[in-house]
């Protein structure tokens, strides 16, 4: 069964652009979580998809948005990047909601110039 | 707000010493405690869930335990491949959805 896949894997932008990431979940799997990843702040949680309907929300500006398809498939968008922003971004995805184990993709490595 | 503090920060081994984790929470109620391994440059490997006090999980060399207030990852006669970064986290009853909150992390090395 294959895992979490997400595209790009690494990306460099400037001060200013605006960033798209994608995450495929694990066949199967409906929600879709999305972490920031830094030395300082260690994983940070962004947001929750649940059957296309963002579900929860972590503590980051509105220039961090994201949707989900019908077919469980995410994205997130950084507009007006900011040198704070380079990170590492995971996506995550469970079966449903409650108490499941949320396996995580290999991450887009984000390096903002 | 959910809160987890992993200690120690990092950890050297040598091959076969065994040693522990600590993951200390504070929760308003825990639906679910979380161990994940990192590798450099990978995302997190998920390794065990514990849901209530008293539960232990194995895996090989890795062992879980739960109590209301902190889990210990056990790590007996740890291999070099055991060197990793081992992140812990919870899930709390306020927190809507599947919402991680992570502590900082404990990196292992265990030399040859």
């Known amino acids: 069964k294959a895992g979490v896949t997400q595209t790009p894997r690494y990306l460099i932008k400037t001060r200013g652009q605006q960033v798209t990431l994608s995450c495929s979940p694990i066949?199967?799997?409906?929600?879709v979580s999305w972490y920031q990843q830094t030395p300082g702040q260690g994983l940070q949680f962004l947001f929750e998809?649940?059957?296309?309907?963002?579900?929860n929300k972590g503590n980051f500006p509105g220039r961090f948005s994201g949707r989900q398809f019908s077919n469980s498939r995410s994205e997130m968008n950084v507009s007006t990047l900011e040198l704070g922003d380079s990170a590492l971004y995971l996506c995550?995805?469970?079966?449903?909601?409650?108490?499941?184990?949320?396996?995580f993709g290999p991450g887009t490595r984000l390096t903002v110039l | 707000e959910d809160q987890v503090t992993q200690s120690p920060e990092a950890l050297r081994l040598q091959e076969g010493e065994s040693s522990s984790l600590n993951c200390s929470y504070t929760?308003?109620?825990?639906?679910?405690l979380f161990w994940y391994r990192q590798d450099p440059g990978k995302g997190p490997e998920f390794l065990f869930t514990?849901?209530?006090a008293g539960e232990e999980k194995e895996k090989e060399r890795l062992k879980a335990t739960l109590t209301k207030k902190e889990s210990f990852l056990h790590i007996t006669a740890p291999k070099p491949e055991d060197s990793a970064t081992y992140l812990c986290?919870?899930?709390?009853?306020?927190?809507?959805?599947?919402?991680?909150?992570f502590g900082g992390g404990t990196r292992v090395l265990v030399k040859p």
């Open positions: 514990l849901y209530s």
């Open positions: 998809y649940f059957s296309e309907t963002q579900r």
């Open positions: 929760v308003s109620g825990l639906r679910g």
């Open positions: 986290a919870v899930q709390g009853a306020e927190a809507a959805g599947n919402k991680l909150t």
């Open positions: 066949s199967g799997h409906r929600s």
């Open positions: 995550a995805s469970s079966l449903v909601e409650g108490r499941n184990e949320q396996f």
